[in-house]
């Protein structure tokens, strides 16, 4: 087997973003709410809760949209509110114990598929792979900082 070319890895990343959207508009339609609504979740799920302002920044919305995304999903039951234990001016966003239980099994089985792929990959190569994905990912949240500006 060749060693991919850094242009092949390029594209096949791009590829796996581009499906991975893909996979993510049919997830948010299945659950009935926005493309939006699917990344506050995500940001929620990956790093756990947020202050609505970090929450905000993350998905580059005002303050007043930021409120609005976070009533419809605490309406709908995908997260809750609730104080800040340090800072009494702030209030925590997190995911609901509902949205935890309802979480939908195509998603189950991707996130099983995902688990599968990455076992399989010779110790050897995974902290090179580790690295790769998260020098992309600075190099994406840098990208959305400059594009917010």
């Keep these: 087997m060749a060693t991919p070319k850094p242009d092949e890895m390029a594209a096949g990343l791009q590829r796996f973003g581009l499906e991975r ?8 339609s299945r659950a009935g709410i ?4 699917m990344d506050a979740l995500e940001h929620l799920e990956a790093d756990g809760p947020l202050t609505q ?18 009533d419809r999903l605490e309406k709908a039951g995908w997260v809750r509110r609730r104080a800040h234990p340090s800072d009494r001016r702030y209030v925590l966003v997190e995911l609901s114990e509902q949205a935890l239980a309802r979480t939908p099994a195509g998603l189950g089985a991707y996130h099983a598929e995902i688990r599968m792929i990455a076992s399989k990959v010779p110790a050897e190569h ?24």
């Design 126 to 149: 995974r902290e090179a792979i580790r690295s790769f994905l998260q020098a992309a990912a600075s190099a994406a949240s840098l990208a959305a900082g400059e594009l917010s500006r």
């Design 53 to 70: 302002r970090q929450l905000g920044d993350r998905l580059s919305l005002t303050s007043g949209a930021i409120t609005m995304l976070v």
């Design 21 to 28: 959207d893909r996979m993510r508009a049919a997830l948010a």
């Design 34 to 37: 926005s493309a939006t609504d």
